[in-house]
């Protein structure tokens, strides 16, 4: 939770350069100095300091550029046909599990997976071109009730403040770099993956990519607290020291720095009251045994 509090105040501040009246700005010193003591004795639960831990096969990305053309153009011919709009559209809308089809495995319904060797393939294994997919340079922790327009909106937005190249920025996505057909075999037949072994291989993602994309949106009520593995991915990436930013769309970038800068209106104690009833014991899970991680 404080991690958490931090990354959002650190945003802010440092990127975007904003000014504090002098009682926040007191206030936010203090709590740094908290969180500072708080690290100093705080002892990770989940470490993998080994390469021989780590996963042994190449994590693969999809690349910026193929998310934002024309995996947004599938999106949208997709959601026409089941009479859907493109600019509410959440990833459950193209993919669910619940559903004999959907978006993700009609692209690998034909296609040999490169994991297994069964048909039925994952979207990433469908890509081949190097514009399209490479080696994962970034994982994004996010939850399939975010919308495809605010994942989207917020990797470029990341890329252009960055200065990366969005043909070269390859991303982890599980929607699309898990195999949809064995989790669905899975689930129908009633075959559960224990919170351990779960665990253990998202663990290996994100310290094998080591550098996670938490996408926060909206800022002030963000479905990212709300979902059990978001909070585990982030918390994983901070006892690992992998490298950790947090992610808006523009639009919700916009809509936090004017909270920030607003020193007439309820910017300020907004942010405290949104940080101050983030209760991640509260987070939900698909599966209820989840919670246990």
């Known amino acids: 939770h404080i991690e ?7 945003l802010a501040i440092n ?3 904003i000014q504090f009246p002098t009682r926040l700005h007191t206030l936010f010193s203090n709590f740094f100095d908290m969180l500072k003591c708080w690290k100093k004795t705080k002892k990770p639960k989940y470490t ?3 390469s021989e831990e780590t996963t042994k096969q190449p994590l693969l990305g999809v690349s910026v ?10 999106c949208k011919e997709y959601l026409k046909g089941i009479g859907k709009d493109y600019s509410t559209a959440k990833v459950y809308d ?10 993700i495995r009609q692209k690998g319904e034909n296609v040999i997976s490169k994991e297994d060797g069964k048909m039925g393939a994952s979207y990433i294994d469908c890509l081949e071109d190097e514009d ?23 990797l470029r937005a990341y890329c252009q403040q960055m200065k990366l190249e969005e043909k070269q920025t390859y991303i982890w996505i599980c929607c699309l770099c898990n195999n949809q057909y064995r989790v669905k075999e899975k689930m129908d037949s009633g075959e559960n993956v224990s919170v351990e072994e779960f665990s253990k291989i998202f663990q290996e993602k994100v310290v094998g990519i080591n550098h996670i994309l938490a996408l926060m949106v909206p800022w002030d009520t963000p479905i990212y607290n709300t979902r059990v593995w978001c909070i585990f991915e982030f918390y994983t990436a901070l006892v690992n020291n992998c490298k950790l930013d947090i992610i808006f769309p523009e639009t919700e970038k916009i809509k936090l720095v004017e909270a920030f800068k607003s020193h007439e209106g309820d910017g300020h104690e907004k942010l405290l009251s949104t940080l101050a009833s983030t209760r991640i014991q509260d987070a939900e899970a698909s599966q209820e045994e989840d919670k246990k991680v």
């Open 94 to 103: 193209i993919e669910s599990l619940r559903d004999p089809t959907g978006l």
């Open 65 to 74: 550029h193929y998310l934002c053309t024309i995996f947004e153009v599938e």
């Open 4 to 10: 958490l509090c931090s990354h959002y105040i650190s």
């Open 48 to 50: 993998m300091k080994s």
């Open 132 to 154: 399209h997919v490479g080696l994962a340079t970034h994982m994004i922790s996010y939850g399939w009730g975010n919308r495809i327009l605010d994942i989207n909106s917020a």
């Open 15 to 17: 990127m975007y350069c």
